[in-house]
């Protein structure tokens, strides 16, 4: 059983900054695009960024240049970078990964979520 396992998280002034990581563990054959998304409160979850096996990223926009997606293969581990953050970026993060468990068998995975609160 594949289990994606987010920390980092947590309470950080405007302008401040937070790493999030993300593990993927169990029986995984490779992994595909990985990302991360969140969810505020009363809003429907949205795509931060995402990296591909290749390192290619894409990011929303309200985000480009102050968030910085990375990943360590080697790890099965994917982070979030989040600087000068702002009040709005206030959600709960998810953790995202596309991966085959086995050869021609993928899955989507998500994480339990992880709360970043900007607040001074």
């Known amino acids: 059983q594949v289990q994606l396992v987010e920390s980092g998280g947590g309470l950080v002034q405007p302008g401040g900054s937070l790493r999030l990581s993300c593990v993927a563990s169990g029986t995984i054959f490779s992994i595909n695009t990985m990302g991360w998304y969140r969810q505020a409160p009363g809003k429907q979850r949205e795509l931060v960024a995402t990296i591909t096996s290749g390192h290619r990223t894409n990011y929303a926009d309200s985000v480009k240049g102050r968030f910085t997606i990375s990943r360590d293969n080697a790890k099965n581990t994917v982070y979030l970078q989040m600087n000068s953050l702002k009040p709005e970026d206030r959600a709960v993060y998810y953790c995202?990964?596309?991966?085959?468990?086995?050869?021609?068998?993928?899955?989507?995975?998500w994480g339990q979520g992880t709360q970043v609160t900007v607040s001074s």
């Open positions: 995202n990964a596309d991966l085959a468990v086995r050869a021609n068998y993928r899955i989507i995975k």
